[in-house]
């Protein structure tokens, strides 16, 4: 008996792990749908997407839609049984959510209901969460909607950053697919419904909220900045200057200091005021620059910077 026949969607890096477990367990993908390849960088230079550089690496036939609802009869054709997504990046329309008889799942980086959208990790962070984790749930034609067929929850530790979080929940999502699949495919998950008076939502990250202001208290501070770690990484603003925070620490600490100022290098990182403690910069980067340690930062233009205060 043929296994059922999976057709996977992903874009980013965080959706590749999803498709190598699909692949591993020996899951009968016939075709990936990823977004259309995209130009990046300085350069402009077209980049694949990491799903479907992984996915011609398994010789899989990959659909890139600008549009997926102009691709249905592309998608259908592959006569799947069943569609895995994960970080797609697109509104998925009913013509293909009610095709495949084991419906469309989606493996999705939060607790939900809590934080539905596409940065769901970011926003936990950034909120100050203490957990978050993975759920694996039936799609629905409403955003993250569906009833939910399995969860699996992680901490969130205080030096945790967006980066460290993907890569957690990466192997969680893994997992937790293995156990999933097979229930599903024998008729023994059972779906639970949302609760719609607990969601919250994640969108995605503006340029207006990669914008970190230092004169507020050290944990909203420092979940702002670690939260946009290690992108789009958040930047503050001192003397007209951008300054992208790649990697900070923080030390809690009652202090006489006004928020948001420069105090100046003590171990190697460029330390500045908050209330109730102090961020300590570890790597910064000047806007057109490249990213440096704030040692290097410090002994070049940094030091001028010293009793200044950031926006």
Known sequence: ME??????????????????????????????????????????????????KAALAYELPVIQPEKIKEAVEDVLAYKPDIIVTCAYGQIIPESILNAPRYHCINVH?????????????????????????????????????????????IAIENNDTTETMFNKLEKVGKDLLKKTLPLLYEGKCTAIPQ????????????????????????????????????????????????????????????????????????????????????IYIDELQLEGKAKTKAKDFYHGNGKNLVGKFFD
């Open 195 to 278: 609760i719609e008076e607990e969601v919250t939502f994640a969108w995605n990250i503006t340029k207006e909220e990669e914008f970190v202001s230092f004169k507020r208290d050290i944990w909203t501070v420092y979940n702002h900045i670690r939260g946009l770690i290690s992108w789009p990484v958040g930047h503050g603003i001192i003397e007209g200057k951008k300054i992208k925070l790649h990697k900070v620490h923080y030390e809690i600490k009652e202090h006489h200091d006004e928020s948001g100022k420069c105090i100046g290098l003590i171990d190697d990182s460029f330390v500045v005021a908050c209330n109730g403690g102090y």
């Open 109 to 153: 980086a939060s607790l939900l209901p809590k934080y539905r959208g596409g940065a769901p990790i970011h926003w936990a962070l950034i909120h100050g969460e203490k957990e978050t984790g993975i759920t694996i749930m039936y799609m629905a034609k409403k955003m993250d909607a569906g009833d939910i067929l399995t969860q699996q929850s």
């Open 3 to 52: 296994k059922p026949r999976v057709i996977f969607m992903g874009t980013p890096q965080f959706s590749c792990g999803i498709l190598d477990t699909l692949m591993e367990m020996g899951e009968n993908v016939v075709a990936v749908v990823s977004q259309p390849d995209r130009k990046v960088g300085r350069k402009q230079e077209i980049q694949e997407t990491p799903v479907k």
